[in-house]
């Protein structure tokens, strides 16, 4: 069969959220050599309410099943539900691309699975830049790394970290560093809010050596992450501003084009970046 016509790569989202129902009107608008073929949801009923200004209607099923439906599953659902999506794709052989990085931290032993079932484990670079000069310095020395992000107090709401040290979001009237610490302690910490965290980490020297603060600032409006490596090969100084989803005040409207980059990777003729 020639490359022109080969078969669409079928694809399954787990969770419609704000990520998950965003990426899965994109995919129903079109994009070559892809194709929605079903979603999962905590929540069926819902989700099949959501679904219903799709063009093409997909079947909503257990979180469990997505995965012998698709050839690749992108999981976008909540911490707690991860492995219920990640690990039926990576025991069934099919490409996973994880957007709660942090879930992987917590359920490695997918990465071995990986090696002999044949699964692919696709992280994108979501609300994070840089992570392709990363990977290439971690090919050298790297000496450190370490990362500041910035949100709005709105943005961090809910985070465990927020609840248990019992920080009054609302009152804040000038920046105050709520975190400090490492990439692992900082997934832990704040789940929902910096799988850039554990991007980094994956990409580098690994989430326990690198470094994290987080601050909430009432003075910004786009959640911005400043990363500097040093390393052999370069010294690394990047920064990003997301804007922020409308639904969501915590999530960059990048993440979802990202997503999208990351499945385009995978049926492209030409991909640019290491």
């Known amino acids: 069969m020639s490359p022109s016509h080969k078969a669409a790569l079928k694809v399954g989202i787990g969770g419609l959220g704000t990520i998950g ?3 899965a009107q994109r995919l129903d608008e079109g994009l070559e050599g892809l194709i929605l073929s079903a979603v999962s949801a905590r929540d069926t009923d819902a989700a099949r309410l959501r679904l219903n200004a799709l063009r093409q209607q997909v079947p909503v099923m257990p979180l469990a099943e997505l995965a012998q439906a698709c050839d690749v599953v992108v999981e976008c659902a909540p911490a707690a539900v991860f492995s219920q999506v990640a690990e039926p794709a990576v025991r069934l052989g099919k490409v996973l691309i994880p957007v709660s990085v942090g879930g992987l931290l917590d359920n490695w032993h997918l ?9 692919r484990i696709n992280v994108p670079s979501g609300a994070i830049l840089g992570l392709d000069a990363v990977r290439a310095a971690a090919l050298g020395e790297i000496k450190h790394v370490s990362m500041v992000t910035r949100k709005p107090p709105a943005a961090l709401a809910g985070a465990p970290h927020i609840q248990r ?3 009054d979001l609302d009152s804040i009237d000038q920046p105050l560093k709520v975190f400090e610490g490492s990439a692992r302690e900082g997934v832990q910490a704040f789940p ?6 554990a991007a980094l980490g994956l990409a580098g020297v690994g989430p326990e050596c690198t470094r994290l603060e987080i601050w909430a600032d009432p003075g910004i409006s786009r959640n911005t992450h400043t990363i500097t490596v040093e390393s052999d090969s370069a010294r690394l100084e990047l920064k990003i501003e997301n804007i922020p989803t409308a639904e969501n005040p ?10 999208l980059a990351a499945l385009k990777r995978l049926v492209d003729p030409l991909t640019v970046g290491t």
């Not at 990465?111 to 699964?119: N, P, Y």
């Open 192 to 197: 929902a809010n910096v799988n850039v965290a």
């Open 21 to 23: 129902f965003n990426l």
């Open 250 to 259: 915590g999530t960059g409207r990048i993440v979802v084009l990202s997503t």
């Open 165 to 167: 040290n019992k920080i």
């Open 111 to 119: 990465v071995e699975m990986a090696k002999t079932t044949g699964a």
